[in-house]
């Protein structure tokens, strides 16, 4: 039984998470792990990747299934990117609407196949708990909207490819939506009854406000 939490604090918030662009937190990894100059020179002329090589590949999947989210915003939708969580984590996207809320993780695998399982996928051989991940944010997402909206926020789970060659789901992946091209992000617009408008900016206003993902 859900008990009512009290409300959160009123007042403006320190910052407002609606000015993130897609990537953010991203980014601000990529400036603190890059290496040297002669450093990334080495690294290319004995064809390594480096670690801010791996995290530029997600920045450019971050950017541009955050450029196809936010054209939503069109149809009654609000879009949250980059939101920092505890211990070093966030949400790559959080998307508000009429048809609910869900938590976008995205990932970026050029050309590859990929086959989605109930908890990992695979890619090129390698085995990822995207699935598993996704799930654990979109739970964590649920319990700090709730709290901070005195009423029940269900959050779900997504999982978005961005320039993969081929995706395929098991049929049994039923509480994790998976999206196989960023392109596809325009079906949510379809998506109605699920929350009022006025529920929908109340979960928004949470959502963009950093005191909401404290505790998350």
Request: hydrophobic share 40%.
């Amino acid at each position: 039984v859900y008990k009512r939490q009290a409300p959160r604090p009123t007042g403006p918030p320190p910052v407002d998470l609606a000015d993130n662009r897609p990537g953010q937190a991203l980014r601000a990894k990529i400036d603190d792990i890059s290496p040297s100059f002669w450093h990334r020179l080495l690294a290319r002329l004995l064809g390594r990747r480096t670690e801010a090589d791996s995290w530029r590949a997600g920045l450019v999947g971050e950017r541009k299934a955050g450029d196809e989210l936010d054209r939503l915003t069109a149809r009654g939708w609000h879009v949250v990117h980059s939101i920092p969580l505890p211990r070093d984590v966030d949400i790559d996207h959080l998307l508000i609407g009429p048809g609910g809320v869900y938590s976008v993780n995205t990932k970026r695998h050029p050309g590859a196949r990929i086959w989605v399982g109930d908890h990992a996928a695979r890619v090129r051989g390698q085995s990822y708990p995207y699935p598993v991940k996704s799930r654990r944010e979109a739970a964590r997402a649920a319990a700090a909207l709730t709290r901070a909206c005195g009423f029940p926020v269900d959050v779900r789970p997504v999982l978005l490819f961005v320039d993969a060659a081929n995706v395929t789901v098991v049929p049994t992946l039923s509480d994790v939506t998976v999206v196989r091209h960023h392109r596809e992000v325009a079906a949510f617009k379809r998506l109605d009854g699920v929350l009022t408008a006025p529920a929908a900016a109340r979960v928004h206003a949470a959502a963009r406000d950093p005191r909401t993902w404290e505790r998350a």
